[in-house]
């Protein structure tokens, strides 16, 4: 199947399932694990910081390469890139399903990662050219972005049952029978994308991915050894450096890794500041919630695991009427209330603790699903309508990176918040009961509850802090979260409100001018 010539109906819906397929079991890693962190920290002794790793090891590497990997796939061919990453992740998933410590554990996830950010960009540009007419182009997008939001929300929802039935390394092992399923049908059905020269921005690489790994390491390294160890403020301020440094390379260099003047954009700057938010929020929720249900609640991990089916029912159902309101309304409407409905779900449950009955608390849990189903498919579209063909790699890679950043620094930021604030409670409670101050550190790192750790042999009043210490963090993590996404609500409302273009898709000759843009003209925004 060539590029230029039109693919048939049968090849186009296998296309799509190639690719919905592989999306699916990319975004479905990013949270499937959190339901089997508990048992992780059981069998590798691992506590809170280690278990961030795990799910921050994926997430970091993700956000770190994945606009090379957009690049990649332009240098390379974007189908053969994508089968390369789908190759790795297939890989890495075995390797994490077979790791005996945590420190193998969090390289297999970072394999993992590298292998989505191979795959990820080139997704949406295939789609881009399997599907060439705009009607089919946005049948097809919301498809494939209904089935990404989908896989964040089936995750927990399937890792409940396999973890507590199977044990943890059945979340892994479930990749690669999908893993490789999906080589064959890409081998079979995708276009060979021709591929076009392009310089690797190296320089860019090496500084994003060592700034943002500084960056994590101090957010989650902070809480336990203090802010103002040496190590923790040196990576701190290697951080501002380096990151500072890129964004002024980037600047620079005749092909960027990240195109900057995109961002001169005030709609793309509102679509994709709602898919980081969203991804801050919701990850950082998605990464507490199991520990808060099986370590304090005390529930086994399949009903934890179904406790997420009213979050799940909710994107299905809000993805494709979101898809609608788009096409109807443009993107203002389904992005604010997308964003302002996740802010909402998550202070709700800010509210609930130790104490708390699942049905009093699902409404959050709907409100929540409803809010992220809002948000995936406007964000896709939006951008594709703002660049021109020739940039849609780098704006597919510009998407997930930054809703993978916003996961990192969501679970990163929200996560210090948490356990700064465990920290402090438990200190003080702990010394009500007579409990040394010496053994206030190992006790908080430990994850809270009864399955894991050290925190299983405790006593009981000590255990009762312990758990009343990890609500009060959790709590205030919500709240900093819904606090954050209220805020990108209305700057979304406002950026939106300055764009009107694009309420309405661009007209035959606004996306022919797009795919006439020259390079030297700037980024490729359609003119508003």
């Known amino acids: 199947m060539k590029e230029s010539g039109g693919p048939g109906a049968r090849r186009k819906r296998l296309a799509l399932v190639t690719l919905c397929v592989t999306m699916f079991m990319s975004m479905l890693d990013n949270v499937i694990v959190n339901n089997a962190l508990p048992r992780i920290g059981q069998d590798l002794d691992a506590g809170i910081s280690g278990l961030q790793w795990v799910a921050e090891g994926y997430s970091l590497v993700y956000a770190a390469l994945v606009l090379t990997g957009g690049a990649l796939g332009d240098r390379y061919g974007r189908t053969r890139v994508f089968r390369l990453g789908l190759a790795l992740f297939t890989a890495g998933s075995a390797a994490a399903a077979l790791a005996g410590t945590i420190e193998v554990l969090v390289a297999a996830r970072m394999l993992q990662g590298v292998g989505a950010a191979l795959l990820t960009p080139g997704s949406l540009a295939i789609l881009r050219t399997v599907f060439t007419g705009e009607r089919e182009r946005a049948r097809a997008i919301g ?6 939001a989908l896989g964040l ?13 199977l044990g943890w390394a059945s979340v892994f092992w479930i990749n690669v ?6 080589l064959v049908l890409a081998a079979r059905v995708l276009p060979d994308i021709p591929a076009r020269p392009r310089r690797i921005d190296l320089g860019g690489l090496a500084l994003s991915a060592a700034g943002l790994g500084a960056l994590v390491y101090a957010l989650i390294e902070g809480p ?16 501002a450096v380096l990151l500072a440094a890129f964004l002024v390379l980037e600047l620079r260099v005749p092909q960027p890794m990240l195109e900057l003047r995109l961002f001169r954009d005030g709609a793309l700057n509102a679509a994709l500041l709602s898919g980081f938010m969203v991804s801050f929020g919701m990850f950082g929720a998605l990464f507490f919630l199991p520990l808060l249900m099986q370590g304090v609640l005390g529930w086994a991990p399949s009903d934890a695991g179904y406790a997420g089916l009213p979050m799940t029912a909710m994107i299905v159902f809000a993805a494709p009427l979101s898809s609608r309101l788009t096409s109807a309304y443009g993107p203002r409407l389904p992005l604010v209330l997308g964003v ?4 909402v779900g998550l202070f709700g449950l800010s509210f609930h603790g130790e104490r708390a009955h699942y049905v009093e608390y699902l409404w959050t849990l709907f409100t929540m699903g409803l809010g992220m189903g809002m948000t995936f498919t406007p964000v896709s579209i939006a951008v594709l309508q703002r660049v021109s063909p020739a940039q849609t790699g780098m704006a597919s890679a510009t998407i997930n990176t930054l809703r993978e950043l916003g996961g990192v620094l969501g679970i990163a930021v929200l996560g210090a918040v948490l356990t700064n604030r465990m920290t402090d409670t438990l200190t003080a409670s702990l010394h009500r009961l007579g409990v040394p101050a010496g053994a206030v550190g190992p006790i908080a790192d430990a994850p809270a509850g009864r399955g894991t750790g050290a925190a299983g042999a405790l006593p009981a009043p000590v255990q009762a802090a312990v758990d009343g210490a990890f609500v009060d963090g959790v709590h205030l993590a919500l709240r900093c979260g819904a606090g954050a996404l209220a805020v990108a609500a209305v700057l979304v409302a406002l950026l939106l409100g300055r764009a009107r273009s694009l309420a309405a898709p661009p007209t035959g000759e606004d996306a022919h001018a797009g795919a006439e843009h020259s390079p030297a003209d700037g980024p490729g925004v359609h003119a508003r």
């Open 224 to 239: 336990s050894r203090g802010w103002t160890d040496t190590r923790v403020l040196a990576c701190g301020a290697a951080a």
């Open 143 to 148: 498809t494939w972005s209904g089935v990404s």
């Open 153 to 165: 929300s089936v995750g927990p929802v399937l890792g409940g049952p396999m973890v507590e039935h």
């Open 340 to 343: 302002s409905l996740c802010a």
């Open 177 to 182: 029978p999908i893993g490789v399923a999906g």
